[in-house]
T-cell receptor, first 115, second 114 residues
Framework: AQSVTQLDSQVPVFEEAPVELRCNYS??????LFWYVQYPNQGLQLLLK??????LVKGINGFEAEFNKSQTSFHLRKPSVHISDTAEYFC?????????????FGKGTHLIIQP | EPEVTQTPSHQVTQMGQEVILRCVPI?????FYWYRQILGQKVEFLVS????????KSEIFDDQFSVERPDGSNFTLKIRSTKLEDSAMYFC????????????FGPGTRLTVL
């Protein structure tokens, strides 16, 4: 079955420290990969996406992610976090050739930035 | 910056009642989507809509659900006879092109079925 696993439901980090949010996917076909962020009382906003090409993808707000096909992972990283990064982060993928254009999401990781 | 809007933000209904959740996608977008998130669970794809018809739908999207774009600006999700398990946050999204394009999400409607 196709799925996305975000191993950490909650990640507390001190301000200005680096962070990595983990994402692994399972799919029998090639995928496009996405990270979305949800700030309180707002919709999901795209952080970055991997479609093809360089496996290191840079997004908004200083975030980046690296696609690792052999490990079926797409971990999100930021070298130095700010209080404003406190939010829910969702990893998602889109299967290619499966005929479905709906995103498959993980359960989300709540990033908590501590001063 | 244009954004997707959804109304109401919170809807409470009795089991068996019909509900209509409304969305105004970003102007000029051509692809429209509904997702839902049951509390504590994953965001799940329900349906996509393009060119005035359903493009894809998931197993969740059974005969109790329907979608419509009644007037060229609104995009609605109707649940004919709500069940307790329909309680969830419902997100609308829109995109300019399909598949590889970014899907822009609304803030969601929280549906509570009593």
């Amino acid at each position: 079955a196709q799925s996305v696993t975000q191993l950490d439901s909650q990640v507390p980090v001190f301000e200005e420290a680096p962070v990595e949010l983990r994402c692994n996917y399972s799919s029998s076909v090639s995928v496009y990969l996405f990270w979305y962020v949800q700030y309180p009382n707002q919709g999901l906003q795209l952080l970055l996406k991997y479609l093809s090409g360089s496996t290191l993808v840079k997004g908004i707000n200083g975030f980046e992610a690296e696609f690792n096909k052999s490990q079926t992972s797409f971990h999100l990283r930021k070298p130095s976090v700010h209080i404003s990064d406190t939010a829910e982060y969702f990893c998602a993928f889109l299967s290619l050739g499966g005929g479905a254009d709906g995103l498959t999401f993980g359960k989300g990781t709540h990033l908590i930035i501590q001063p | 910056e244009p954004e997707v809007t959804q109304t109401p933000s919170h809807q409470v209904t009795q089991m068996g009642q019909e509900v209509i959740l409304r969305c105004v996608p970003i102007s000029n977008h051509l692809y429209f989507y509904w997702y839902r998130q049951i509390l504590g669970q994953k965001v799940e794809f329900l349906v996509s809509f393009y060119n005035n018809e359903i493009s894809e739908k998931s197993e969740i999207f059974d005969d109790q659900f329907s979608v419509e774009r009644p007037d060229g600006s609104n995009f609605t999700l109707k649940i004919r006879s709500t069940k307790l398990e329909d309680s969830a946050m419902y997100f609308c999204a829109s995109g300019w092109t399909g598949v590889t394009d970014t899907q822009y999400f609304g803030p969601g409607t929280r549906l509570t079925v009593l």
